[in-house]
């Protein structure tokens, strides 16, 4: 089963900046389309990015401009640069295969609070 291991995570002023990352274990990472998804305290869980193979993108009109995917398929990891942070953007977040989706890992908790 593939694992997937978030990190980078914290607590940032509002207006401040994290790196997530996420590397997946499995041999079939270059073909994958990676998503980011994030979950809010008490919500169901959101898309916030995906990244294709070839590193074509696409955001939500509520992230776009301010957070910015990527991937290195030579480390199987996506990353998700996220920048002017506010309070909305707190939650975990989670990684994960766009099409064929396995179980979630642990995510990684990303707080936006003065």
């Known amino acids: 089963q593939v694992q997937l291991v978030e990190s980078g995570g914290g607590l940032v002023q509002p207006g401040g900046s994290l790196r997530l990352s996420c590397v997946a274990s499995?041999?079939?990472?270059?073909?994958?389309?990676m998503g980011w998804y994030r979950q809010a305290p008490g919500k169901q869980r959101t898309f916030v990015a995906h990244?294709?193979?070839?590193?074509?993108?696409f955001y939500p009109d509520s992230v776009k401009g301010r957070f910015t995917i990527s991937r290195d398929n030579a480390k199987n990891a996506v990353f998700l640069q996220m920048n002017n942070l506010k309070p909305g953007h707190t939650g975990v977040y989670y990684c994960?295969?766009?099409?064929?989706?396995?179980?979630w890992g642990q995510g990684v908790q990303v707080t936006a609070s003065s």
């Open positions: 994960n295969m766009f099409y064929s989706p396995t179980a």
């Open positions: 499995t041999s079939a990472f270059n073909s994958e389309v």
């Open positions: 990244i294709g193979p070839g590193g074509s993108t």
